[in-house]
């Protein structure tokens, strides 16, 4: 008796087991003996080097307490270097380097622009500063094999972070605050760190899904959480990786343009709708981030909200021995 119940047991686990795995075969279309798995992994080389244009377009609406709006479009383009310096056991070190600003600001009919390649000094401008600090500040980071971050470092980081607040009593709040965000993790990983969690270093099936930490810097705020993505497609070599969720935002102070004073968030979350093309090889071809936002803040007496539609493109461009 105690056989057949063990026989019996037996019998039930495997076809539970057979059960999961012939679902997952039936969500791709195929038998579950056909149904292939695919490494997700990002592939970096000691010596190799990638460029990439980082594209970012950002729409914002502000609602005023009495009603009244105030609206502002900017469009920044970076050209950004990863260069792989050591890899071993799936743990890679990159050396990211942000060497190009394009920049415009187009507000109440007006337009301001700068062009790192042409102007010799940057503009007087605040929001301009949100992306100037990474801008030529070499910084470092070691990437796990699960795409996780564990360590950010960089001397001429650390040095201009030491610099402001060693002479914050002789600047400004505001711009102390928006350099130093510029030059904060957040900001370095937002542009630098192209994997973002969402490809695993797992083997999956198409269409399988994994829940991980996700974070995204649009229009000054930070939006992070647990996140859900999935592989949907393979085909002729390129792996597209979607990840599909709705972040928070944590209370956090922000500057935000045609408000004189320091603003401190108080609830805000954000939509995102985020690709990842992925050769078999291992490279990045390409990331598309589309971000709708939304916010509440406070400034002195006054309460706002803030709706924020941004999409950042990153494009591999080229790659290189060095």
């Keep these: 008796m105690q056989r057949n119940l063990l026989f019996r047991t037996l019998l039930f686990v495997s076809l539970c087991a057979a059960g999961a795995t012939l679902t997952q075969a039936q969500r791709t279309g195929i038998s579950a003996s056909a149904a292939p798995q695919y490494r997700l992994q990002a592939t970096y080389r000691a010596g190799i080097a ?29 050209m950004m270097t990863v260069r792989c310096v050591e890899s071993l056991n799936n743990i890679s070190t990159l050396v990211i380097n942000i060497d190009s600003l394009q920049y415009s600001f187009m507000a109440d009919g007006a337009k301001l622009t700068y062009d790192s390649q042409k102007d010799i000094t940057p503009k007087d401008f605040a929001d301009l500063n949100n992306y100037m600090g990474p801008m030529n500040r070499t910084f470092e980071i070691t990437v796990g094999p699960y795409g996780e971050i564990t360590k950010l470092a960089g001397e001429q ?11 914050a009593s002789s600047m400004d709040s505001t711009i102390v605050m928006i350099w130093l965000q510029s030059l904060a993790p957040e900001n370095l990983m937002q ?52 990840t599909k969720d709705t972040l928070l935002a944590s209370t956090q102070p ?56 941004s999409s950042t493109e990153w494009k591999l461009v080229g790659q290189y021995q060095w």
């Design 50 to 78: 990638q460029n990439y244009s980082v594209a970012e377009t950002t729409h914002t609406v502000r609602t005023q307490s009495d009603g009244s709006k105030k609206m502002y479009d900017r469009l920044v383009t970076y």
């Design 157 to 167: 980081v650390d040095y201009w972070r030491d610099y402001i607040k060693e002479n």
């Design 191 to 242: 542009y630098g760190d192209l994997q973002k969690r969402v490809i695993p270093g797992l083997r999956v099936y198409l269409d399988s899904a994994w829940t991980h930490q996700f974070a995204v810097r649009t229009d000054g705020v930070v939006y992070s959480g647990p996140a859900k993505t999935k592989l949907t497609d393979y085909s002729a070599g390129f792996f597209t990786i979607a």
């Design 254 to 309: 922000i500057h935000v343009y045609g408000v004189p004073y320091i603003s401190r968030l108080t609830d805000g979350k954000a939509v995102v709708d985020h690709t990842v093309t992925l050769t078999s090889q291992g490279t990045i071809n390409a990331i598309s981030s589309k971000v709708d936002a939304w916010f509440r803040a406070t400034a002195a007496t006054e309460v706002y909200t803030q709706a924020v539609t």
